[in-house]
């Protein structure tokens, strides 16, 4: 009770520049705070809370279930937890911790789906607090490049072969830590022009058939 009036102001004074910076972020579909202009009741609430909108913020975020345990799993100063207004910063996981007990279709209906986080936003500094939600959402960029990367070079193969695209795509999947160990299996040779690579294995036929005895 001694520190609750000093950690009630920090809340809401960390929270609206947290709320505002993640409004610019990706990938964020929408921030709901009521200390935000685009709230629906942020009217209502800057009359009934005279500026002190407290230190709760939703976020909507723009991908799937696997990006969403991807943020969650790369937040630090954000514990996971279900507890909130404490003086520590905690990240919250409604479809799967409050409100893990209603059905999915309920749930869904009041607008809590898989891409739903909230966050209870504690009293350390704001930008060590950015620092880290801007990590975890890095998370979730990266492996969505990633992906887009692989879709698209499986789209280019599929132009390229047609009908064996898929096996020829399925077969470079499986075989891409092989040719990882090819490249690096290879050796320079300064004797050949242009300095062409060739694997060791085949440094051995070259040596054979330029009538070189094989070390």
């Known amino acids: 009770l001694k520190h609750l009036a000093v950690g009630r102001e920090r809340h ?4 609206p520049g947290l709320a505002n910076w993640l409004e610019e972020k990706s990938p964020i579909r929408r921030v709901s705070y009521p200390g935000l202009t685009s709230h629906p009741q942020h009217e209502l609430a800057r009359r009934q809370m005279h500026g002190n909108f407290g230190g709760m913020v939703t976020l909507i975020l723009d991908t799937d279930l696997d990006g969403t345990r991807r943020f969650l799993e790369n937040t630090h100063l954000f514990a996971l937890a279900e507890s909130l207004g404490g003086v520590e910063s905690l990240v919250n996981y409604p479809p799967l911790m409050t409100h893990g007990a ?20 504690g009293v350390e500094d704001v930008e060590d607090l950015r620092d880290d939600l801007r990590t975890a959402l890095n998370s979730v960029n990266n492996a969505r490049a990633a992906i887009r990367e692989r879709q698209e070079r499986k789209s280019s193969i599929a132009l390229r072969y047609g009908k064996k695209a898929p096996q020829l795509a399925g077969f470079l999947e499986q ?16 004797d050949v022009p242009h300095g062409k690579k060739y694997s060791k294995r085949n440094t051995v036929t070259h040596r054979k058939k330029s009538g070189r005895a094989a070390s």
């Open 12 to 15: 809401c004074r960390n929270a």
């Open 102 to 121: 209603i059905p999915e279709e309920k749930r869904i209906a009041l607008g809590i789906t898989e891409s739903l986080v909230r966050l209870s936003v």
């Open 175 to 190: 075989n891409a830590s092989a040719q990882k160990l090819k490249v690096t299996d290879s050796v320079d040779r300064p």
